[in-house]
């Protein structure tokens, strides 16, 4: 468990450092983002005061667990760990499919304005390119040989805190 891929004289570089870098870089804008732009009255859909704190709770555990599996990817990247990979295109599909929550809500609710629309389509976009990087990549293959891979069942778990509270926020709401 957790054994480290034997990828001797293989260095992580170039994209790979890139995907990395700007993996943990967008866990911390989030985060500031979420703090710097938090108000209750975002979460007032007029029912109750119990309603806007599950509103709440349902924005702040995907943040919490992007942060998280941020670090913990970059982790078992350097560490050359043999889950790293699944884990990695796990947490890229969940953002992916949180973004395409993201701009569901957004055409849902009539909430188009153009820089929130754009962003929601450029997050699809670059999700979509690294989970092709991660897949068809050269140097993540050299990096993490295909044989020595293994996919355990948590490494979906990000899919889970990551895309569930919102969908299941959306569907209350709806849903009352």
């Known amino acids: 468990m957790g054994k480290e891929s034997k990828s001797i004289g293989s260095d992580i570089s170039g994209w790979c450092t890139f995907f990395l870098f700007q993996l943990g870089l967008c866990a911390i804008i989030l985060i500031m983002s979420f703090i710097s732009n938090f108000s209750f009255q975002n979460y007032d859909v007029g029912i109750s005061e ?26 078992s ?3 050359r760990r043999n889950y790293s990979v699944q884990l990695a295109m796990s947490y890229v599909f969940a953002l ?3 973004a395409n929550c993201d701009l569901i809500w957004a055409i849902w609710s009539y909430n188009i304005n153009t820089p929130y629309l ?12 690294w ?19 293994v996919s355990r069942k948590r490494d979906y778990l990000p899919i889970i805190f990551i895309v569930l509270p919102p969908i299941l926020w959306g569907i209350f709401i709806i849903g009352y």
Do not use: H
Request: some cysteine.
């Open 131 to 149: 989970l092709i990087y991660l897949y068809y990549s050269r140097q993540i293959e050299e990096l993490f040989p295909i044989s020595t891979r």
């Open 77 to 79: 990247f350097i560490k």
């Open 96 to 98: 992916f499919l949180n």
């Open 118 to 129: 754009l962003s929601c389509i450029l997050g699809i976009i670059w999700f979509a390119i």
């Open 50 to 75: 119990t309603v806007k704190l599950l509103g709440i709770v349902c924005d702040i555990i995907p943040i919490v667990f992007i942060a998280i599996y941020a670090i913990l990817i970059i982790y």
